[in-house]
């Protein structure tokens, strides 16, 4: 499985931004797909995951409220609307994929993609 995200990009707080994270190769026993973000000199965090064939959805609680996560069936493809961006919010966005099934949410996944940038500016 091979994950590829994009829509990083700079934004003034208090605005949006869209991530997508395309997923390609044997992705017909997806699991859940999940965002995870990592800030300069912090460890990785989990932001928000779905189960694929359901959609059931969980979201760390600073990004609740704010950031929606998505996906298409269809074009294999999960989304992260993020609202009301923070300063704290930026970060190397990844997204994963867990294969197989899990406890909810997953406590740990299978493949990553290899991250996209967004800096929020204050």
């Known amino acids: 499985v091979q994950l590829q995200a994009s829509g990083g990009g700079l934004v003034q707080a208090g605005g949006s931004l869209r991530l997508s994270c395309a997923a390609s190769?044997?992705?017909?026993?997806?699991?859940?797909m999940g965002w995870f973000r990592q800030a300069p000199g912090k460890e990785r965090e989990f932001v928000a995951a779905?189960?694929?064939?359901?959609?059931?959805?969980y979201y760390v609680d600073s990004v609740k409220g704010r950031f929606t996560i998505s996906r298409d069936y269809a074009k294999n493809t999960v989304y992260l609307q993020m609202n009301s961006l923070k300063p704290e919010d930026t970060a190397v966005y990844y997204c994963?994929?867990?294969?197989?099934?899990?406890?909810?949410?997953?406590?740990?996944?299978?493949?990553w993609g290899q991250g996209t940038l967004v800096t929020v500016s204050s």
């Open positions: 779905i189960s694929w064939s359901l959609g059931r959805t």
């Open positions: 190769g044997r992705t017909f026993s997806t699991y859940a």
């Open positions: 994963a994929s867990r294969v197989g099934s899990s406890t909810w949410p997953p406590a740990a996944y299978d493949y």
